[in-house]
């Protein structure tokens, strides 16, 4: 069988890339990502990083979250561009809002941002405060006992007989 | 030349034509009382079913238009979109792009497997509805061997929410969190309190102003032309096998489409079982609406759903108020969805005789005028 390229062949194939085109436009805009934040003492760089009596974390326009010290809650986007607000006041009273734009790897599920260390520091690089998380393997394991699979409605007649 | 008909023969007419909406309407008639539920939960309810099936059914109007009769290899497309969701929770894509995505994943499997089931038809011409369905049951071997074995093995699977534990296949329930009425809630309106999810409905519209618009094509001609008498059409120059093929492969793909709606609106998908009960009850659906065999169009799909989901609804509640058992209502509308598909098939046989006879009682009293 040969393949003549003629004029329709060509609108075939040009439709064919458009929709893998798009295809790869959803998965981006698409996917989803757990987006952790902590509020609780770290070291970074051999320097210990108080946590924050009581922080406000926002993410992109979502509810935002009240973090006592050693609290850690989630937030679910999708996309890989997004904006977290940190609002905290300081020992004198005075309000601080921090506002900072962080890019999440796409295969990455979930994320941690650190706020002791983003309030630390506001304008460093989001390597600093930002890290991939792999939740802990005795959370993602299933329980041993094998899942019966029913494949057949009628499979329950035919043990019984 | 027509036969007059008397005012009593017309309303019989009108009856034996109609016998299984009238029969269902019966049905609901004594069954909603019996259920005790409020207007508003039954019209709320119907309006659930209807977004959620509509899609499926309207599916199933272009065989038919095509003369293939009730396209029971639906449940080859039902499949497809079924392993376009499996992809799509394990990759996490959420949402409206979520659904896109499966759809896309959907498209050139439906395509691929409406084509060959078209094929198959082809070579069993006049058998088309048992082909389908036994087709039905082997490509379901070879979607068990793909989403049991194959998936986690052979196809990567990242998910352990999605893997059985022993690191391959599917697990028999997969949770679609991520996609759960993410159509419906995209544009809801609430109508006496009763939310109106718009956007579905504007998919369905859609698809039924494409299935009104596809008739008056060429294609769509054609298609009408080959369900009316395949020989006269090979005659005037239409490739028979090839439109037909076609009919096949429009059906499997929004068949597809229509799973992945179906399931949005769910949120679960019951890998093993789920695509196997949707072909009948798609089928038994329209056939309620007062479809044929040969006769199907976009009012009995809605008149269809209505009413075979209306006996749904109140049958358990009916026969628990009935007898104090729920049970019973569950056997009356099992009993129910396969007896009206028998019914259907023995009434269009019934009718096909009768308008048979009529036309030779037409053509003699023609021939006796002329006489």
Partial sequence: ?161 | MKLQMTNTQKVLRFMANNTVPILFLVICAFGIPLSGYSANYLFSEIIIRIVRNSFLIVSLLIPILAGMGLNFGMTLGAMAGQIGLIFISDWGIVGIPGMLLAMIISTPISILLGWWCGKILNMAKGREMVTSYIIGFFMNGIYQLIVLYGMGAVIPIRSNALVLPRGYGIRNTVNLIGIRKSLDNLLTIRLFGIPIPLATFALITLLCLFVLWFKKTKLGQDMRAVGQDMEVARAAGIRVEHTRIISIIISTVFAGYGMIVYLQNIGTLNTYNSHMQIGMFSVAALLVGGATVAKANIRNVFLGVILFHLMFIVSPMAGKNLIGQAQLGEYFRVFVSYGVITISLVLYEVRKKRDENIAGLELAAEQEVKA
């Fill in chain 1, 1 to 161: 069988m040969s393949i003549t390229f003629n004029r329709k062949t060509w609108i075939r194939l040009a439709a064919i890339v458009l929709i893998l085109a798009f295809s790869v436009f959803l998965f981006f805009i698409g996917r989803q990502h757990t987006v952790l934040v902590d509020n609780k003492t770290i070291t970074v760089n051999g320097t210990e990083v108080k946590a924050l009596q009581l922080v406000e974390v926002q993410v992109n326009k979502l509810d935002a979250l009240e973090l006592a010290a050693r609290d850690r809650d989630k937030f679910e986007v999708t996309g890989q561009t997004h904006e977290v607000k940190v609002v905290y006041t300081d020992s004198n009273w005075e309000e601080h809002v921090i506002t900072r734009k962080f890019k999440i790897p796409l295969m990455q599920d979930m994320v941690m941002i650190l706020i002791p260390a983003l309030v630390a520091d506001a304008q460093a690089d989001q390597s600093v405060w930002l890290e991939n998380y792999e939740p802990p393997t005795y959370a993602m394991t299933a329980a041993p006992a094998e899942e019966t699979v029913i494949t057949d409605d009628l499979a329950g007649l035919i043990t019984e007989l």
